[in-house]
């Protein structure tokens, strides 16, 4: 999961950039990068760490240009610690085109060989980004044959990319001297959208809430299998690029990974994690009646609106229990001192009085690993609850996901090969009460009109793409990214971003 954005402008848009970022900083924090483009010449500057450290005001001074694109890096694989590895990428033929990438390549490796042998194109690390770009540099070149570069010709190279890349992936490519390039892989997985504002403007962006945090107008997402190009005066021209486009979103991103703020697909997150709170106090009536239940309390931050609804319809209080340090840091070892974990009591102090005595409902987006779920049912107990009981939003976590999420492997998911029942022995509480697949999918569902289905493959174990097999999930988490014995495990996703379990 990365977040990234473009914008076409007749004016600098550095700044514009550098704000959107911001906005999609929750996607991702490993790494940051912008590139402009003035007079046919790429400005770029990219590097580890979130936005407002990475970009200095020497660095916005020499990122001029009226059209450019930036990206906020989350790794699923290859190499996080690598400068190399930050996004955007650049190659110089044809044309010039800079390119960033939210998604995963499932058959990566693959391409790389194929681009080696028979495209004679060389990629220099581990980043699957880096392949999709020298594949669309390759077919664009094929198509235009070294002539001038016509809005036709880049449909033409984005159909036949299609063609070779599997996975999920949301684009954006600056081309120079031409304008940008934004398409969506043909499941619509990854989201991607775009508006304007009102000089004219046009802005592509992982979320809504770029642009309305920036002052743009969403007009549309783009579709799955579609591609836009927006020349440099802000014309835009778009195209289905594959035969048999499917929207399925990536259902995560409802549960947890975007804004609540932000639209996708049609469809309002905040209202999704309503909806599936809704669901979900129906599934707690049929496991602990009401009445045992003396407050509902989140765990932060993802979960708050679900537990708000469930809360309501059960007609119990809801309460803040738990207060979120957004500033635990890195451990540093020194000489001598053996490694030191950060647990999840340096991220989260509970508010005792919210607890003690009191059955409390907590109330989680998901659970994944476990353990952190362990250790907040034991915060709840010292600071003096009577029972403990835990619901998740979101169904047991079974299946690795491949098209972007950082799950764990089979072995670290909690719920792989156990019953609810053994789930909730290991976590400690005295009930679990789990979100039900077909809940999930048609609390959401019911608010989008084009949905096909949704990508549901962690939860329900169907890759919508069709073509994965188990030597392919364990040949993609052999080269998940790892991490450092030092490094916070900032969620239990290892997302960058910690907001629960």
């Not at 778009?238 to 499917?246: F, I, K, T």
């Not at 998901?366 to 049912?377: A, D, K, L, P």
């Not at 549901?456 to 392919?472: H, K, L, N």
């Not at 040949?475 to 916070?488: G, H, I, L, P």
């Amino acid at each position: 999961m990365c977040g990234i954005v473009s914008v076409v402008s007749n004016a600098p848009v550095n700044q514009l950039i550098y704000d959107s970022l911001l906005l999609l900083q929750h996607r991702g924090q490993d790494a940051a990068g912008i590139v402009t483009q003035q007079d046919r010449k790429f400005f770029m500057h990219k590097a580890k760490g979130m936005v407002r450290d990475v970009f200095r005001t020497r660095n916005m001074r020499a990122l001029p240009g009226n059209c450019g694109l930036g990206q906020v890096r989350y790794p699923t694989a290859g190499n996080a610690y690598s400068e190399e590895e930050a996004q955007p990428f650049y190659v110089n033929a044809p044309f010039g085109i800079v390119l960033v990438h939210n998604g995963n390549l499932t058959n990566a490796q693959a391409l790389k060989a194929e681009l080696f042998s028979t495209d004679h194109r060389h990629i220099n690390t581990e980043s699957d980004t880096e392949v999709l770009l020298n594949v669309l540099a390759d077919e664009l070149e094929k198509a235009t044959r070294g002539k001038t570069l016509r809005v036709g010709d880049v449909f033409s190279a984005v159909r036949q990319v299609h063609k070779r890349i599997r996975g999920s992936y949301a684009v954006i490519a600056l081309i120079a001297g031409h304008g940008v390039l934004a398409f969506r892989d043909p499941y619509g997985i990854r989201p991607l959208c775009f508006g304007r504002n009102a000089e004219g403007g046009v802005m592509i962006a992982s979320e809504s809430v770029a642009l309305d945090g920036t002052g743009h107008t969403l007009e549309r997402d783009i579709a799955p299998g579609e591609a836009i190009f927006v020349n440099l005066d802000g014309q835009i021209s778009a195209q289905q690029c594959v035969d048999l486009p499917r929207l399925n979103p990536c259902i995560f991103e409802f549960v947890y990974l975007a804004r609540p703020d932000s639209v996708m697909d049609g469809i309002s997150v905040y209202q999704a994690r309503l909806n599936l709170g809704e669901s979900l106090a129906k599934r707690v009536i049929s496991t602990v009646p009401p009445s045992e239940i003396d407050v509902v309390i989140p765990i932060p931050e993802s979960s708050r609106p679900s537990a708000m609804q469930l809360a309501q319809l059960l007609g119990l209080p809801y309460r803040e229990g738990f207060v979120k340090n957004r500033y635990v840091g890195r451990t540093f070892i020194m000489p001598g001192q053996g490694v030191r974990k950060k647990s999840v009591r340096q991220k989260l102090n509970v508010i005792t009085s919210e607890f003690k005595g009191r059955n409390v409902l907590l109330v989680d987006d998901s659970i994944v690993r476990g353990t952190t779920s362990r250790e907040i049912v034991q915060m709840a107990r010292e600071a003096g609850a009577n029972k403990v009981y835990m619901a998740s939003a979101a169904p047991p976590v079974r299946y690795p996901n491949v098209y972007g999420i950082d799950m764990p492997t089979v072995e670290e998911l909690v719920a792989h090969g156990r019953t609810v029942e053994d789930v909730r022995q290991i976590i400690g509480a005295d009930a679990l009460i789990y979100q039900d697949v077909d809940g999930m999918k048609q609390a959401i569902g019911k608010l989008g009109t084009n949905l096909a289905s949704f990508e549901a493959s962690c939860f329900d174990g169907v890759y919508v793409t069709g073509d994965i097999q188990a030597e392919d999930i364990e040949r993609m988490n052999s080269n998940r990214v790892k991490a450092e014995e030092d490094d916070v495990d900032t969620s239990r996703l290892a997302l960058p971003n910690h907001r629960g379990d």
